[in-house]
């Protein structure tokens, strides 16, 4: 069975508005991350939150990790058009490696 | 120098033909990822490795053979592939530490169609 699902599949939103999206997994984590994609290229990485932390910011970016429920959620404020991307949550079992990612959510923000 | 580098970007080949994907960084990192991506799928895992030695195998066919000569190398060697095989090959690499994830750093992709 596949870790880390994500919903919504897709979202529409305007610009100057928040974007919430949400990973859920099955197994025991080390830390779970969530990766960018623009259309068809490579992932980058926006912000890594540990199984022991439940809150983390980074600029517009705020993440939540609830290990109780095991979910995590990504809420973008203020959102541009250039948010308009693909967005991943990632977890990694106890080996580190072993990267699991979940099915992702589209986001377009129109201007 | 934080990029990871791939190439071809494109790559066509057909079903008979033995090709190479090449990926390369220069920031240190010990640890080296394939990963395959279809279109509107999340990455999926092929192989890890970890101090130039295979760490991970997904059970991938053996039409796909990875290579690490060194420590900024991964090479995926391609033979005999087949059409569902088409898809985006991604290269990522991170620090490594057991029992522990890093962030990874991705290379551009190389888009591969097997006809």
């Known amino acids: 069975s596949q870790q880390g699902e994500e919903d919504p599949q897709a979202l529409s939103i305007q610009e100057g508005e928040n974007a919430t999206m949400n990973c859920s997994y099955k197994?025991?984590?080390?830390?779970l991350q969530w990766y960018r994609q623009n259309s068809g290229r490579g992932l980058v990485h926006l912000i890594l939150?540990?199984?022991?932390?439940r809150e983390k910011h980074s600029g517009r970016l705020r993440v939540t990790l609830d290990t109780s429920k095991k979910s995590s959620s990504l809420l973008i404020t203020a959102s541009r058009a250039a948010d308009t991307a693909s967005y991943f949550c990632?977890?990694?079992?106890?080996?580190?490696?072993?990267?699991?990612f979940g099915a992702g959510t589209r986001l377009f923000v129109k201007a | 120098d934080t990029e990871v580098t791939q190439t071809p970007k494109h790559l066509v080949m057909g079903m008979t033909n033995k090709k190479s994907l090449k990926c390369e960084q220069h920031m240190g990192h010990r640890a080296m990822y394939w990963y395959k991506q279809k279109a509107k799928k999340p990455p999926e895992l092929m192989f890890v490795?970890?101090?130039?030695?295979?760490?991970i195998n997904e059970s991938v066919p053996s039409r796909f053979s990875p290579e690490c000569p060194n420590s900024s190398l991964l090479n995926l060697h391609l033979h005999a592939l087949q059409p569902e095989d088409s898809a985006l090959y991604l290269c990522?690499?991170?620090?490594?530490?057991?029992?522990?994830?890093?962030?990874?750093?991705f290379g551009p992709g190389t888009r591969l169609t097997v006809t």
């Open positions: 197994t025991s984590i080390n830390n």
């Open positions: 990522a690499s991170s620090l490594p530490k057991t029992g522990e994830s890093y962030e990874q750093y």
């Open positions: 490795y970890s101090y130039e030695k295979l760490s």
């Open positions: 990632a977890t990694a079992g106890t080996g580190g490696f072993k990267t699991i």
């Open positions: 939150i540990r199984s022991n932390e």
